[in-house]
């Protein structure tokens, strides 16, 4: 334990955004250090149930994704936010932490920020703490996602001022409404980048009698996904294996169908959307409505989201710059205020 | 005219109120139309943006661009010239102190603790080196350090320095002794004790009624010796081989715990211990108080 603490004079504090899709580490003083696919191959030497060793983390492990042979197994350990597999979120985790301290003189102790998503139980929160714990951390701090994603968008969260936020992640979609440095109404949802690749599979099934897979599904969306009509819908050949034939066959796919596989998924986020306006106190109600709504998270990357968002509550909705790092800049920022904040931020576990 | 707008770079504002002014809207419609309050669009088109955070004054800025079909690209060039209010992260309620500032003291102290270690290390790996290489037995004697005589000095505010040559085990009583006499004998006694420790002190260079004894051991022994007045001189096991010189005023009360180990000089002449032994623990009188020269000095011995 003394030597715990020894150890953590010379580590550096963490912001970790421990995403569905992506893992994003934020060094104290040193900005965002690590952007990599929250994927974990493990490797098993003897068969299945035999013990197992982490092979490739983070972009290797993405490129092996849906092209394994039988002894290796590619790894989402999180799902929806939130801990799916134990064991290799806290091998993930000991790795970028690692990664990110070039000392090996020193195993490195560092105070860890992770951020978490504001409707995890408990339950998952302690898995989440604990993990991060295993990985070497000395001490975990937890912080709600939409919060840090509005502080590092850049909206000034201290005011008496309501503003709302709304982070379109990998696994779920956070909505919150946020005031004098904490969240007055929080929801999330569990929808995400990964339902709308889910979403696009199931349609080029349907439509196309065609199997995808979630990469080419991902290239897609990133491609010519949109919420939005567009006027001049864009199109993307993509090669999938025929059901019917069994063989490998091109299809191609345009934006507007894109949006209608998407439409449903679209849908639950701007239910969510609503249901804050609605339950939020008036008061701060009017000061969104003036403000507007900021979208983050890779989801705000979605061409015409802020558009669909806009059309359906009459609110000004804009995507933050580089929304891809807010949660993690905003954990950073948390992170550096931290001495003197006495914890504004953080969330309780 | 075409001349001069390209000549000065357009702010945003200005491109969107001429592109607002050339469709024909007011303000209350064109907030309408991008869903901004009026009154935000005005100060965009005036300039007036410090007040608004900057993260809204882009967004702002790209949907008021859109409601009016101005080119986004054109509007992106023009970007840098907006300003909107920096983000700050602050606390509402109270400011706690100074943790932040309290971990880097505490790095680099530990820093400077972990090199003054080091250094100590260093320095006492090589003083040890020396110290063997000159050999144990001539620094036994010098059980002082320049550090440890300095009190003694004290009064007169007269301190010889001289290269000291330290044992590190030096026995604790034998410094009190020096203390002990440079209370009485100020830089005199301090003089007298340096030259006990160089190996240099004569008998006539010792001021009248001082005597001087040398204890010489083959074995371990346990040696104590009180000088006249009473005062402790040695309370020390002398390890073998050793040699230690003592000087001071007599009578000297002494105590040898393994008499047969020990030869004792009473101002270089040796003493018979043989009838103060028994059991092989001398206990004997030196140097009676009204004995100021040799002769009686024998006597005593004799005695």
């Given at each position: 334990m003394v030597f715990k603490s020894l150890r953590g004079l010379f580590s550096n504090d963490l912001s970790i955004d421990l995403g569905t899709a992506n893992t994003l580490i934020?060094?104290?003083?040193?900005?965002?250090?690590?952007?990599?696919?929250?994927?974990?191959?493990?490797?098993?030497?003897?068969?299945?149930?035999?013990?197992?060793?982490?092979?490739?983390?983070?972009?290797?492990?993405?490129?092996?994704?849906?092209?394994?042979?039988g002894n290796i197994r590619t790894v989402r350990p999180l799902k929806d936010g939130v801990i799916a597999d134990f064991n290799m979120t806290e091998a993930l985790l000991q790795h970028f932490i690692r990664r990110v301290h070039p000392s090996r003189f020193l195993r490195p102790s560092p105070r860890v920020l992770v951020c978490v998503p504001c409707s995890s139980t408990q339950v998952e929160r302690k898995a989440i703490k604990e993990s991060?714990?295993?990985?070497?951390?000395?001490?975990?701090?937890?912080?709600?996602?939409?919060?840090?994603?509005?502080?590092?968008?850049?909206?000034?969260?201290?005011?008496?001022?309501?503003?709302?936020?709304?982070?379109?992640?990998?696994?779920?979609?956070?909505?919150?409404?946020?005031?004098?440095?904490?969240?007055?109404y929080s929801n999330s949802v569990r929808v995400g980048g990964d339902q709308f690749d889910d979403a696009i599979i199931n349609y080029v099934r349907r439509n196309y009698g065609t199997l995808i897979g979630e990469a080419t599904a991902e290239r897609i969306k990133i491609k010519i996904g949109c919420a939005w009509p567009d006027e001049e819908p864009e199109s993307m050949e993509v090669s999938g294996r025929n059901l019917a034939e069994g063989v490998p066959r091109n299809i191609t796919i345009t934006s507007n169908e894109v949006l209608e596989a998407m439409n449903e998924s679209l849908s639950s986020i701007l239910e969510a959307v609503k249901t804050a306006l609605e339950q939020t106190p008036p008061e701060l109600c009017a000061d969104v409505a003036e403000t507007g709504i900021?979208?983050?998270?890779?989801?705000?990357?979605?061409?015409?989201?802020?558009?669909l968002i806009s059309e359906e509550t009459g609110l000004p909705v804009f995507p933050a710059d580089d929304p891809l790092t807010c949660v993690a800049r905003g954990g950073g920022k948390a992170l550096e205020m931290m001495d003197q904040n006495d914890g504004d931020f953080f969330a309780s576990n | 005219m075409n001349n001069q707008k390209e000549l000065i770079p357009m702010q945003p504002g200005d491109l969107l109120r001429v592109r607002r002014e050339q469709a024909g809207l007011t303000l209350e419609r064109a907030g309408e139309i991008s869903r901004i309050k009026p009154s935000v669009l005005a100060a965009i088109e005036s300039g007036e943006t410090a007040g608004i955070p900057s993260v809204y004054l882009r967004g702002y800025i790209r949907n008021y661009a859109r409601a009016l079909a101005v080119d986004l690209a054109d509007i992106e060039e023009r970007m840098e010239h907006v300003r909107g209010a920096e983000p700050t992260v602050q606390s509402v309620f109270s400011v706690k102190s100074t943790r932040g500032r309290t971990e880097t003291w505490l790095k680099a102290s530990s820093y400077l603790a972990a090199s003054a270690i080091i250094a100590a290390l260093a320095w006492q790996f090589t003083h040890e080196a020396v110290r063997f290489s000159q050999?144990?037995?001539?620094?036994?004697?010098?059980?002082?350090?320049?550090?440890?005589?300095?009190?003694?000095?004290?009064?007169?505010?007269?301190?010889?320095?001289?290269?000291?040559?330290?044992?590190?085990?030096?026995?604790?009583?034998?410094?009190?002794?020096?203390?002990?006499?440079?209370?009485?004998?100020?830089?005199?006694?301090?003089?007298?004790?340096?030259?006990?420790?160089?190996?240099?002190?004569?008998?006539?260079?010792?001021?009248?009624?001082?005597?001087?004894?040398?204890?010489?051991?083959?074995?371990?022994?346990?040696?104590?010796?009180?000088?006249?007045q009473g005062a402790q001189m040695e309370l020390d096991l002398i390890r073998a081989g050793h040699e230690r010189t003592y000087s001071g005023s007599g009578p000297f009360q002494v105590m040898l715990g393994r008499a047969s180990a020990v030869e004792l000089t009473l101002d270089g002449e040796p003493v018979d211990l043989a009838p103060h032994t028994s059991g092989d623990v001398a206990r004997l009188t030196l140097a009676g108080e009204s004995a100021p020269d040799d002769s009686v000095t024998a006597d005593s011995v004799k005695r």
């Amino acid at each position: 334990m003394v030597f715990k603490s020894l150890r953590g004079l010379f580590s550096n504090d963490l912001s970790i955004d421990l995403g569905t899709a992506n893992t994003l580490i934020y060094v104290r003083g040193q900005g965002i250090v690590l952007n990599e696919p929250s994927v974990v191959a493990v490797r098993m030497d003897r068969g299945p149930g035999g013990p197992q060793h982490v092979a490739a983390v983070g972009t290797a492990a993405k490129q092996m994704l849906g092209r394994t042979p039988g002894n290796i197994r590619t790894v989402r350990p999180l799902k929806d936010g939130v801990i799916a597999d134990f064991n290799m979120t806290e091998a993930l985790l000991q790795h970028f932490i690692r990664r990110v301290h070039p000392s090996r003189f020193l195993r490195p102790s560092p105070r860890v920020l992770v951020c978490v998503p504001c409707s995890s139980t408990q339950v998952e929160r302690k898995a989440i703490k604990e993990s991060a714990e295993g990985a070497g951390a000395r001490e975990v701090f937890l912080v709600e996602e939409p919060m840090a994603a509005a502080i590092g968008a850049g909206i000034p969260v201290h005011e008496a001022r309501g503003a709302m936020v709304l982070d379109i992640g990998g696994g779920t979609s956070e909505v919150a409404v946020i005031s004098l440095n904490g969240l007055v109404y929080s929801n999330s949802v569990r929808v995400g980048g990964d339902q709308f690749d889910d979403a696009i599979i199931n349609y080029v099934r349907r439509n196309y009698g065609t199997l995808i897979g979630e990469a080419t599904a991902e290239r897609i969306k990133i491609k010519i996904g949109c919420a939005w009509p567009d006027e001049e819908p864009e199109s993307m050949e993509v090669s999938g294996r025929n059901l019917a034939e069994g063989v490998p066959r091109n299809i191609t796919i345009t934006s507007n169908e894109v949006l209608e596989a998407m439409n449903e998924s679209l849908s639950s986020i701007l239910e969510a959307v609503k249901t804050a306006l609605e339950q939020t106190p008036p008061e701060l109600c009017a000061d969104v409505a003036e403000t507007g709504i900021v979208l983050t998270g890779g989801g705000a990357l979605l061409r015409g989201i802020d558009r669909l968002i806009s059309e359906e509550t009459g609110l000004p909705v804009f995507p933050a710059d580089d929304p891809l790092t807010c949660v993690a800049r905003g954990g950073g920022k948390a992170l550096e205020m931290m001495d003197q904040n006495d914890g504004d931020f953080f969330a309780s576990n | 005219m075409n001349n001069q707008k390209e000549l000065i770079p357009m702010q945003p504002g200005d491109l969107l109120r001429v592109r607002r002014e050339q469709a024909g809207l007011t303000l209350e419609r064109a907030g309408e139309i991008s869903r901004i309050k009026p009154s935000v669009l005005a100060a965009i088109e005036s300039g007036e943006t410090a007040g608004i955070p900057s993260v809204y004054l882009r967004g702002y800025i790209r949907n008021y661009a859109r409601a009016l079909a101005v080119d986004l690209a054109d509007i992106e060039e023009r970007m840098e010239h907006v300003r909107g209010a920096e983000p700050t992260v602050q606390s509402v309620f109270s400011v706690k102190s100074t943790r932040g500032r309290t971990e880097t003291w505490l790095k680099a102290s530990s820093y400077l603790a972990a090199s003054a270690i080091i250094a100590a290390l260093a320095w006492q790996f090589t003083h040890e080196a020396v110290r063997f290489s000159q050999g144990d037995s001539q620094l036994t004697a010098a059980a002082v350090t320049p550090a440890e005589s300095a009190p003694a000095g004290k009064d007169e505010g007269v301190v010889p320095t001289r290269p000291a040559s330290t044992h590190l085990s030096a026995s604790i009583a034998s410094v009190e002794v020096m203390q002990q006499r440079g209370e009485r004998g100020g830089a005199a006694a301090a003089e007298q004790a340096w030259a006990a420790i160089d190996g240099k002190a004569e008998v006539t260079g010792l001021e009248p009624g001082a005597h001087q004894i040398m204890v010489k051991t083959s074995a371990d022994s346990w040696v104590e010796i009180l000088d006249g007045q009473g005062a402790q001189m040695e309370l020390d096991l002398i390890r073998a081989g050793h040699e230690r010189t003592y000087s001071g005023s007599g009578p000297f009360q002494v105590m040898l715990g393994r008499a047969s180990a020990v030869e004792l000089t009473l101002d270089g002449e040796p003493v018979d211990l043989a009838p103060h032994t028994s059991g092989d623990v001398a206990r004997l009188t030196l140097a009676g108080e009204s004995a100021p020269d040799d002769s009686v000095t024998a006597d005593s011995v004799k005695r």
